[in-house]
């Protein structure tokens, strides 16, 4: 999760797209250069992607390609094999066909200069088209990035909670638009704050998990991307894998979906965007079931109604009920212990060596008055760290047979703790 500084899955690519013609490698004077750059790049973003071309769970938890990679290419680019052959990519589809038949005896090590790239730029809040001119400029890329030159990411480990957040940002045109992830977390990785977030646009289609949830699209139909582009969706996989490779679509309206609004199933023609917000507006106010956890970590919200503030057991279930984190204020503790551990997160830091990597350590605490915390590795070795230090730097072995890294944060008093996990490195 990386970045200068949506939330569906991508299933299976389809074999028609894997084999299209648009993709092939032919044998041409080259006008490719070996680029170490280029050979980081693509095997960095293999590792988010299955043998088969699905997500990795765990590596995609903005379920988009610049927020969880860092960046996108803009089609189509040129690549050249170890083996002296060149394929020139089309579009993201046939990007993801050159990752998954890589292997140790072919591989992508060269690219043609230039080329551009598509980041997000913390400093404008807004998507921007980079041109890359030559391999000191690609590796400077990658250095902002965090990825080393092992193809090495360093990551943001949030919780699987769903309490989404929207926040607001640009297209390299300069229009306006929202986008949701999955949780705060997820939202802070990607460099947003407190600040940053606002109300969930339901007429970006692209704007949070709403429609598994709330009705079955009917296929065919046609989308519009940001650059104008009309795509026809043809079937589940090609409309998830739109969705990945696009922070923005319109629809080309009528659609036709099955709705399941108000516990009654039919099948509904929506005409225009206010028609399909609408739609959403309703599924989200029949949803009851919001899938929150039950884990403890207490938010309240003061009501516009009374004044009086309500405290709910966790961020997920103040949503559920309509509000969002704008609607947050500090909860009244006064009457007990209601000691906090929350936006728990682990960064994968750098391989110390073929056996051993770094973690930095970072929470929130409150309503708790002591000075000190506990952290357990693995459910077996407990370790005592100053509050005042973190974020802290902590130097952990890999153990070749657990794929898992995992600690919790404790108080002393086990008056509140908190767990995280996460995928520990290659490095080898």
């Not at 404008?124 to 090495?152: A, H, K, R």
């Not at 974020?391 to 995992?406: R, V």
């Amino acid at each position: 999760m990386n970045h200068i500084k949506l939330s569906f899955i991508v299933l299976i690519f389809s074999v028609f797209i894997f084999s299209s013609c648009k993709d092939e490698s032919i044998n041409v004077p080259k006008n490719t250069v070996e680029s170490t750059a280029a050979q980081s790049s693509i095997k960095a973003l293999k590792s988010h992607f299955n043998q088969d071309g699905t997500l990795r769970d765990g590596e995609n938890p903005a379920n988009n390609i610049i927020f969880d990679f860092c960046f996108d290419f803009v089609y189509p680019i040129t690549l050249s094999y170890n083996t002296g052959s060149e394929v020139t990519i089309q579009d993201f589809n046939g990007l993801i066909a050159v990752l998954i038949n890589m292997s140790d005896d072919l591989y992508i090590n060269g690219i043609a200069f230039p080329f551009q790239v598509e980041v997000f730029n913390d400093a404008t809040n807004s998507f921007e088209v980079v041109s890359i001119q030559n391999e000191e400029s690609f590796m400077d890329l990658l250095e902002n990035c965090s990825i080393d030159d092992d193809g090495n990411e360093e990551d943001c480990v949030c919780t699987e909670e769903y309490a989404p957040v929207c926040v607001q940002v640009m297209d390299s045109s300069g229009e306006s638009f929202t986008i949701g992830f999955p949780n705060m977390c997820v939202a802070e990785c990607e460099g947003f704050t407190q600040d940053d977030v606002v109300d969930c646009d339901y007429s970006n289609p692209a704007d949070g998990d709403y429609f598994d949830d709330c009705f079955d699209m009917i296929y065919p139909f046609s989308v519009v991307n940001a650059d104008g582009e009309t795509i026809q969706i043809n079937d589940e996989d090609d409309f998830e894998a739109v969705i990945y490779a696009n922070y923005y679509f319109d629809f080309v309206y009528p659609i036709t979906v099955d709705s399941e609004v108000n516990g009654e199933e039919g099948t509904i023609v929506v005409n225009n965007e206010e028609e399909l917000a609408t739609l959403l507006m309703q599924c989200d106010d029949e949803d009851d079931d919001c899938n929150c956890t039950d884990v403890y970590e207490p938010v309240c919200v003061l009501n516009p109604e009374n004044g009086e503030t309500i405290t709910f057991d966790n961020e997920c279930e103040a949503i559920c009920e309509g509000f969002t984190p704008n609607n947050f204020v500090d909860c009244n503790t006064s009457g007990g212990n209601n000691c906090d551990i929350s936006n728990l997160s682990v960064f994968i830091g750098d391989c110390i060596s073929t056996t051993a990597y770094s973690i930095s350590l970072d929470f929130d605490i409150s309503n708790y008055d002591g000075d000190t915390f506990n952290v357990t590795f693995d459910g077996t070795t407990t370790y005592s760290y100053a509050i005042v230090d973190l974020p802290i730097t902590i130097d952990l072995d890999i153990n070749p047979n657990n794929a898992t890294g995992w600690l919790l944060v404790s108080t002393p008093d086990n008056t509140c703790e908190e767990d995280i996990n996460w995928n520990v490195p290659n490095c080898e």
